[in-house]
């Protein structure tokens, strides 16, 4: 299950029934659970622990230093989920002491060639990233967020759960969830129906959030203001998630203002 080719170097920890292709490299601190596949050429670096089940495409590097001036070879790890499939030339790095000295990726996510996840990111669950997306330094982004190919995402950007953003969009500010964003600087495009109609089981809850985007993108009332209103009369669970969303984000919203 491990070609002879392939660099282990010694402090590894290799789990149950892993295979490592020909000329892989795994550094001496680098932690792999059980059933996970590393194709040829790959390279799997720094303080990283992977969990179970995932793939690993040829020549993906994982782990490698942080791409930021200030880092100074501390010792930041890379922590990744299980069930993840990570495609040919992706590149993730570890964090940086500037924040909590860790980036972190869930369960189930696919990243697809060429993709970017820069250190301090934090990566849900069940989330699709497609060819060439990249994204800087302390992103987050919640469960089942779509990003699409050649989409850059700015530093310290929030990405709501189900938010879908269209390829080739150049994302600055925070996308709340259920939403579509798209462009460059990417501007909400309404919801994301066709997600919240396969994840919601009630109608009425999706018909709920509509009623609360349109009061809010489209009113023209200060947002902030309107969603902190809002809050205070609501009852339901995906409008309270949009809502304190709003509220709460520092780079502010990726809408157009309506005058």
Do not use: W
């Not at 790890?77 to 500037?98: V, W």
């Not at 060429?114 to 919640?142: Q, R």
């Not at 939403?179 to 009425?204: H, I, P, Y």
Request: overall charge neutral.
């Amino acid at each position: 299950m491990i070609h002879q080719t392939a660099i282990i170097e010694d402090g590894a920890k290799i789990g149950e029934n892993v295979e490592i292709g020909a000329y892989a490299y795994i550094g001496k601190n680098v932690t792999i659970g059980d059933n996970t596949k590393i194709s040829h050429h790959a390279t799997i670096e720094g303080v990283t622990t992977i969990g179970k089940g995932n793939e690993i495409y040829p020549y993906a590097t994982v782990g490698t230093a942080p791409q930021d001036l200030k880092y100074n070879k501390e010792d930041t790890e890379l922590i990744i989920g299980d069930n993840n499939k990570i495609r040919e030339f992706t590149l993730i790095n570890t964090g940086t002491i500037q924040d909590n000295g860790k980036t972190i990726i869930g369960s189930n996510n696919l990243f697809m060639g060429y993709v970017h996840i820069a250190h301090d990111c934090i990566i849900g669950n069940n989330c699709i990233f497609a060819n060439a997306a990249t994204l800087a330094g302390h992103v987050h982004v919640d469960d089942g967020a779509v990003v699409g190919g050649m989409t850059p995402i700015h530093q310290f950007v929030h990405i709501g759960a189900l938010a879908m953003i269209a390829g080739a969009s150049a994302v600055s500010q925070d996308v709340p969830p259920f939403c579509m964003v798209e462009g460059n600087r990417a501007k909400l495009r309404g919801l994301n129906l066709t997600g919240l109609r396969r994840k919601f089981d009630n109608k009425n809850d999706i018909d709920e959030v509509k009623k609360v985007y349109k009061e809010l993108f489209e009113s023209g009332k200060p947002l902030k203001e309107n969603a902190k209103n809002l809050l205070e009369n609501s009852k339901n669970q995906y409008v309270i998630k949009l809502l304190e969303f709003v509220v709460n984000s520092k780079r502010g919203i990726a809408y157009d203002r309506k005058m």
